[in-house]
């Protein structure tokens, strides 16, 4: 089901910075990091068009005498930082794009950008938090550039676009940075991804061994009728009505025909578009949706219930159905942490803000790309709390939400994790 665990893992005492010493360069990182949060979340941009996000992170890297590699995946940015000291090859991944989303947020710095995507004039946000992700980053790379002589091994910097998927047509995001062979020649021996996510608070991290974030599916159905005017309904096939009930009968998949006792899983349709005229029922209506899983087996009998249950629903209705179930061009795996490495990298959470503020964290339904750089490595995937300390998260606006806020606490919690984590990694990975 999963990759197998690190076998080659060993916790050993870790010598550890000078506190006072690494305090200091948060302390120096802190207004950097959140001016550059500001600026990318004001500018922001869509998967595979990051290009001036990409141009101030190749800058800055350089600024830092950090070695700089660009156009990786269209828009993607490597930096290479060596130790003066050997060691482990870490890799860090941010991603770095927006969503089109309309901003509600009401910031000095909201964004009020507009575009095209998909054929239709949008707003531009970024409502995930990936600005924070890009910022966070840039701070790690300023704290461990000012430590480089006695930092252990080497460190990649992953600023990866088109997390949220690239635009249609296109490739992109880690599929597309693994494809390019974005590790050949610098295969890392770990790689660390984190979220600023609303369930937490901004000085609070969440991970958990195993299983973090859902592998996700898109799927298509195409309902094919008979067209006719909307008065004389009983002249054609109408796939309106039949698309309906597809949609409401799906829903009893997840909550009648799995166990999700064992296995959360979720079944969504997303998009409904069919019919050009309100006196005329339309030949087809198409429908696009997701589903969620964690387990292959319950997965492929998700799919092969919801394919059913459309082509019965249509043969009842005398229609017919197309299907994509699943559209193999937007695949997520599963976020799997490796355990033996979370476990011994657990600590370092805890060094970074205080063992009581690191949460064990149940599955999450969402879904990440991150999983692509984990296939032949192992990793470890955490959150970092999006909401202000003392306030109600059953309040709180959720990821791509248009009303989601990121508390600029969670920029120095976001740095000082990774770094604890680059600086911890000597210790724990050996060969």
């Not at 350089?62 to 930096?79: E, Y």
């Amino acid at each position: 089901m999963f990759r197998k665990a690190l076998p080659l893992l060993f916790v050993l005492p870790v010598a550890q910075a000078e506190p006072a010493k690494l305090d200091a360069l948060f302390a120096e990182a802190r207004d950097p990091v959140i001016g550059f949060r500001r600026d990318f979340h004001q500018n922001p941009e869509l998967g595979n068009r990051e290009t001036r996000t990409a141009g101030i992170v190749a800058a800055e890297l350089k600024r830092l005498g950090i070695d700089v590699q660009t156009g990786v995946a269209k828009t993607g940015v490597i930096g290479t930082l060596k130790g003066g000291k050997p060691g482990p090859r870490i890799a860090l991944r941010a991603d770095m794009d927006a969503l089109p989303v309309v901003e509600e947020v009401d910031l000095p710095f909201a964004s009020t950008v507009r575009t095209q995507f998909n054929g239709t004039e949008v707003g531009v946000m970024h409502a995930c938090g990936h600005d924070a992700h890009t910022a966070i980053l840039l701070g790690t790379a300023r704290v461990l550039s000012a430590m480089r002589d006695d930092l252990a091994g080497e460190v990649l910097f992953v600023f990866q676009p088109a997390e949220e998927g690239p635009p249609p047509g296109e490739e992109g995001g880690a599929d597309l940075m693994m494809k390019e062979g974005v590790f050949e020649g610098r295969q890392p021996d770990a790689i660390f991804g984190l979220h600023v996510f609303y369930t937490l608070h901004s000085d609070q991290i969440g991970v958990r061994e195993g299983p973090i974030l859902a592998g996700s599916d898109r799927f298509s159905i195409t309902v094919k009728g008979q067209q006719t005017h909307g008065a004389q309904p009983w002249r054609g096939v109408d796939p309106v009505l039949t698309a309906a009930n597809i949609v409401s009968q799906s829903q009893s998949i997840v909550s009648r025909q799995l166990n999700i006792s064992e296995l959360p899983a979720v079944l969504s349709f997303g998009m409904v578009h069919g019919g050009l005229r309100w006196n005329i029922i339309p030949d087809r209506v198409e429908l696009e949706g997701t589903i969620r899983t964690f387990d292959p087996v319950m997965r492929q009998d998700l799919f092969d219930r919801l394919i059913r249950t459309a082509e019965h629903v249509a043969a009842a209705q005398g229609a017919e159905i197309e299907h994509k179930i699943p559209m193999p061009e937007a695949v997520n795996l599963v976020t799997y942490n490796d355990p033996t490495l979370t476990r011994a990298m657990r600590p370092s959470l805890e060094r970074a803000v205080g063992a009581d503020r690191v949460k064990t964290i149940p599955p999450n339904m969402v879904a990440e790309d991150f999983p692509r750089f984990t296939e032949n490595l192992p990793g470890m995937y955490f959150f970092v709390g999006a909401i202000k300390p003392g306030a109600d998260l059953a309040k709180a606006a959720p990821n791509h939400s248009p009303r989601f806020e990121v508390d600029e606490g969670a920029l120095d919690t976001g740095v000082r994790a990774m770094v604890q984590l680059v600086l911890d990694a000597p210790g724990v990975l050996v060969d």
